[in-house]
């Protein structure tokens, strides 16, 4: 299918850029660029579509770094950012199993973002979404932009640093409130909702709002539910082998993002009602191709973004 990338099909991500700074269990150090929206923007882009992605750079080596390799991928940044402080940082510490734990940073103050008349869609996720205080610049984005274009949300729980999960459980609701479509990870599931089952847990994520809700479990692959039918499948994961899990939710966000926009079920009202309507059966391609750009990204070190060709 070929993308349409005309104005109306432009895809904007709001969220924290930050540094990757990854130990390695043999004690090698290397920095790669990362944050949850910033990698799920350059997927989106190397996937063929016009991304432009609104976060916050500090004026430093780490900043320059950032821009450099995002406008590689194809975004257009909009740095919304008053400049005064340095560019986000996460120490991500590899485990044995190639697992990752993170020490972050963070500097969140976002300046509202201009010409959201110009997107079609608008996906947000991550730290950026409960950090304070750019975190209600987010909340109103959405609100401004559901008037024209479809909403994607991954919360991406970091528990160490979003506060009492009382909070971060009411934060995640009212943002799920207002997408159409929401990736969480088991382990967002597990922190989020201790002791229920996830079927419960994606229903009632479901009747919150989204058309499609859909949760990663690493090995185990994936599991998704269809809002108008309430329908639930598994897809096995199509790993074959692990260099890191750094950015695999991320490009398998972006790939279920590039599935759904071109599958007419994301980009603008009337995709959202497609979307609310939609079967398991019309979701299914776009879940695969997410599948596929999350398989090719936990094959390289850091956030790899695969492109269209390679999937």
């Given at each position: 299918m070929?993308?349409?990338?005309s104005p109306a099909q432009h895809i904007l991500v709001v969220g924290e850029t930050l540094v990757d700074i990854v130990h390695t269990p043999d004690g090698a150090v290397a920095e790669h660029v990362g944050g949850s929206p910033a990698n799920v923007a350059m997927g989106i882009a190397r996937l063929g579509h016009t991304t432009v992605l609104a976060t916050t750079l500090g004026d430093d080596a780490h900043g320059t770094r950032c821009e450099e390799q995002i406008t590689s991928h194809g975004v257009a940044i909009e740095n919304l950012d008053t400049g005064s402080h340095p560019t986000s940082t996460?120490?991500?510490?590899i485990d044995d199993s190639g697992a990752a734990e993170y020490d972050f940073d963070l500097h969140w103050d976002l300046r509202p973002v201009a010409d959201l008349d110009t997107f079609a869609h608008v996906h947000t996720g991550s730290i950026a979404a409960t950090l304070t205080p750019g975190a209600a610049v987010v909340t109103q984005t959405l609100v401004d932009a559901r008037e024209r274009a479809t909403i994607s949300y991954d919360p991406n729980v970091r528990p160490t640093i979003m506060g009492s999960v009382d909070e971060v459980?009411?934060?995640?609701?009212?943002?799920i409130a207002?997408?159409?479509?929401?990736?969480?990870?088991?382990?967002?599931?597990?922190?989020?909702?201790?002791?229920e089952s996830l079927p419960d847990v994606?229903?009632?994520?479901?009747?919150?709002?989204?058309?499609?809700?859909?949760?990663?479990?690493?090995?185990?692959?994936?599991?998704?539910?269809?809002?108008?039918?309430g329908e639930i499948a598994d897809a096995p994961a199509r790993v074959d082998e692990v260099a890191d899990t750094v950015g695999a939710g991320d490009s398998f966000m972006?790939?279920?993002?590039?599935?759904?926009?071109?599958?007419?079920?994301?980009g603008d009202t009337d995709a959202r009602q497609r979307l609310s309507t939609a079967t398991l059966e019309a979701v299914a391609g776009s879940v695969s191709r997410a599948m596929a750009t999350s398989a090719i990204t936990v094959?390289?070190?850091?956030?790899?973004?695969?492109?269209r060709e390679e999937i």
């Open positions: 070929v993308v349409d990338t996460a120490i991500a510490t459980r009411a934060r995640v609701e009212e943002l207002l997408s159409d479509v929401v990736k969480a990870s088991e382990d967002d599931i597990d922190w989020l909702y201790a002791g994606m229903a009632a994520w479901g009747r919150l709002g989204p058309g499609l809700v859909v949760i990663t479990r690493g090995g185990d692959g994936v599991t998704y539910r269809a809002t108008a039918t972006a790939g279920l993002v590039s599935g759904l926009l071109d599958a007419g079920l994301l094959g390289h070190a850091g956030a790899y973004a695969p492109t």
